[in-house]
């Protein structure tokens, strides 16, 4: 674990950067935090170093504004994570005006605009996951108006319906187009924010009691938990179609013994000398 304290070269700034990158990713949000509060009191010490004019061999990729920019928003999505709402606001408030770092170079003033950027669309997530219902249209043209986004945008909307008990049904029907087939976010976090939306659209299918299309995401999330070499998800979905396992079908149930069969195929293809076939799921030998 990294201490505040240790001192950092300008290397190690930009590993810190993709350490963060790669926490948010297993949604270790603690360690999102610690590593975004080293990141930023690394960066306060370039600055003052900076400002003194002190002679130094230490130089950053980008500009310094991004560092305290970054360090902030992964610190302040880690909180909303948590549903530590009044420690992500304050988090934005930093983020929203970094024009104290304004050096007038044009990389500075292109960072400090996208972070003003990142601020309004994040305190607008915030809006809508502390149940303010009222923002629900501005935040639906938020999103069809920067697809990148929608993955994010689904989570929290799921997020908040789930909490407040709305119905979403409209907006679902809205922004789902924009989602693609699993096999497009083979990125890391990406994936992970894609898993995610599957999951909690069997979560929201089965609260509202829609017991069909609950199995019937959660089927997804196995498969594509499995593409994606999502561990984390793949046992969720297993532990929620057990849950959900009553209301299936005889073609859901037959899919999820295919699914596993297959996987448990697959582990043990190595295993020649050991008959494994009597334990499949859903094998009629004895």
Same mark, same amino acid.
């Given at each position: 674990m990294l201490e505040n304290d240790i001192s950092i070269e300008p290397i190690e700034i930009d590993s810190l950067v993709s350490m963060i990158k790669m926490a948010y990713s297993f949604e270790n949000w603690e360690r999102?935090?610690?590593?975004?509060?080293?990141?930023?009191?690394?960066?306060?010490?370039?600055?003052?170093?900076?400002?003194?004019?002190?002679?130094t061999n230490r130089r950053l990729n980008r500009h310094i504004s991004y560092y305290f920019g970054y360090s902030y928003l992964m610190k302040g999505l880690a909180h909303q994570k948590l549903k530590e709402y009044s420690k992500s606001i304050e988090c934005v408030s930093?983020?929203?005006?970094?024009?104290? $770092?304004?050096?007038?170079?044009?990389?500075?003033?292109?960072?400090?605009?996208?972070?003003?950027?990142?601020?309004?669309?994040?305190?607008?997530?915030?809006?809508?996951?502390?149940?303010?219902?009222?923002?629900?249209?501005?935040?639906?043209?938020?999103?069809?108006?920067?697809?990148?986004?929608?993955?994010?945008? $689904?989570?929290?909307?799921?997020?908040?319906?789930?909490v407040h008990h709305f119905n979403i049904d409209n907006e679902l029907s809205l922004l789902m187009r924009h989602v693609r087939d699993?096999?497009?976010?083979?990125?890391?976090?990406?994936?992970s924010k894609y898993l995610s939306l599957q999951y909690m659209l069997a979560l929201y299918?089965?609260?509202?009691?829609?017991?069909?299309?609950?199995?019937?995401?959660?089927i997804h999330s196995l498969v594509a938990?499995?593409?994606?070499?999502?561990?984390?998800?793949?046992?969720?979905?297993?532990? $929620?179609?057990?849950?959900?396992?009553?209301?299936?079908?005889v073609?859901?149930?037959?899919?999820?013994?295919?699914? $596993?069969?297959?996987?448990?195929?697959?582990e043990m293809e190595n295993e020649e000398s050991l008959n494994f076939s009597s334990y499949f799921v859903g094998s009629s030998e004895q």
């Open positions: 999102v935090i610690s590593l975004s509060t080293t990141l930023l009191d690394s960066v306060k010490d370039i600055r003052l170093e900076q400002s003194q004019l002190i002679k930093y983020y929203a005006d970094l024009s104290w $770092l304004d050096d007038s170079t044009e990389s500075a003033k292109i960072v400090i605009e996208d972070f003003h950027f990142f601020s309004k669309a994040n305190s607008l997530t915030l809006e809508i996951l502390t149940g303010n219902k009222y923002k629900m249209s501005e935040y639906i043209d938020y999103l069809e108006n920067n697809s990148d986004q929608v993955l994010s945008g $689904l989570i929290t909307i799921l997020e908040s319906a789930i699993y096999s497009f976010y083979k990125e890391q976090v990406i994936a299918n089965y609260l509202n009691k829609n017991y069909s299309y609950a199995l019937d995401y959660t938990s499995d593409k994606l070499n999502n561990d984390k998800y793949f046992k969720k979905s297993v532990a $929620l179609f057990e849950i959900l396992k009553t209301y299936a079908s073609p859901q149930l037959t899919e999820y013994s295919n699914i $596993l069969n297959k996987i448990f195929k697959g």
